[in-house]
């Protein structure tokens, strides 16, 4: 890869960030003052790895996955909290439904191809033609066991819960309110 590559590839992932930020700010999913905390570290941290990058250090491929992978925050969005506001009650039996979707899965498994170098896409295919075969409930860490996926993050216990990096939130959230997601969709034809 020419010096000149690895710059576009550098302004094209400055680009995909702020274009992510600014989206996520419009729809309200993160505020200002978490983009304020996690922009100058992002770009302090861009700058090492391009200075890594010019020393031949570390694989280009590698070092712009990395950053896309962290690209909006460091802080993930939890889907716990989302889904307590709208069934206080049952917010992990809501996640399990939204995962029922194959149109979900598929959701998260570009996410994760597009993101996630270690996804496992085989077991990917299979996980979904078992949930649409059998009986079988797929669970957020039941897809992080099997396909070894970053996009979520499960804790277990008191304070607990289910993360997830604000485009799956995102996309949880707008299954959750079908109302937001009629708009968008009339917003954006």
Request: glycine share 6%; hydrophobic share 35%.
């Amino acid at each position: 890869m020419t010096e000149k590559e690895v710059g576009e590839l550098y302004i094209r992932l400055a680009f995909q960030y702020e274009s992510a930020i600014g989206r996520l700010l419009d729809k309200k999913i993160i505020d200002q003052d978490l983009v304020d905390r996690h922009r100058k570290s992002f770009y302090d941290s861009l700058d090492e790895e391009k200075l890594r990058a010019a020393q031949k250090i570390g694989d280009y491929t590698e070092i712009i996955r990395h950053y896309m992978r962290d690209m909006i925050c460091e802080d993930m969005v939890s889907l716990t909290e989302l889904a307590k506001q709208y069934l206080v009650d049952f917010s992990g039996y809501t996640i399990q439904s939204w995962m029922r979707s194959r149109n979900t899965l598929e959701f998260l498994r570009q996410w994760e191809n597009d993101m996630n170098a270690e996804f496992d896409d085989r077991a990917c295919e299979e996980l979904i033609r078992q949930g649409h075969t059998t009986s079988l409930t797929i669970t957020p860490s039941l897809w992080i066991r099997k396909t070894h996926a970053t996009g979520m993050r499960v804790k277990q216990g008191k304070g607990g819960g289910v993360k997830a990096y604000p485009e799956i939130a995102a996309d949880f959230r707008l299954w959750l309110d079908p109302k937001t997601r009629l708009a968008i969709v009339r917003k954006h034809m």
